[in-house]
């Protein structure tokens, strides 16, 4: 299992955040994905407007998982609708 930084940004919406971020959980955890930490960044301006939204709100998860189910959670995330953004960055051991 490899450890990842998940940095995910929600909407300013608070009834889109809380759904959001149970969506988020709920697959993290149906898929067998161990999350060792949470980081709630706060909320911040955007560099530019994403689906004409101006600010977000910013979460980082450090998670364990392996190679193919972060594929898959990469396409799960993209038909998620209360996620504007997401990224996946492997750390190095």
Do not use: C, W
Request: hydrophobic share 40%; glycine share 4%.
């Amino acid at each position: 299992m490899r450890r990842y930084e998940l940095t995910v940004i929600f909407p300013m919406e608070e009834d889109q955040h809380k759904a959001g971020r149970e969506q988020l959980f709920s697959d993290l955890s149906a898929n067998g994905v161990e999350i060792e930490k949470t980081d709630e960044l706060g909320d911040k301006t955007l560099a530019y407007e994403i689906k004409k939204r101006k600010m977000g709100r910013y979460v980082l998860l450090v998670v364990k998982s392996d190679p193919a189910k972060i594929t898959v959670l990469d396409r799960i995330f993209k038909l998620n609708a209360n996620l504007l953004k997401f990224l996946f960055v492997r750390i190095e051991e």
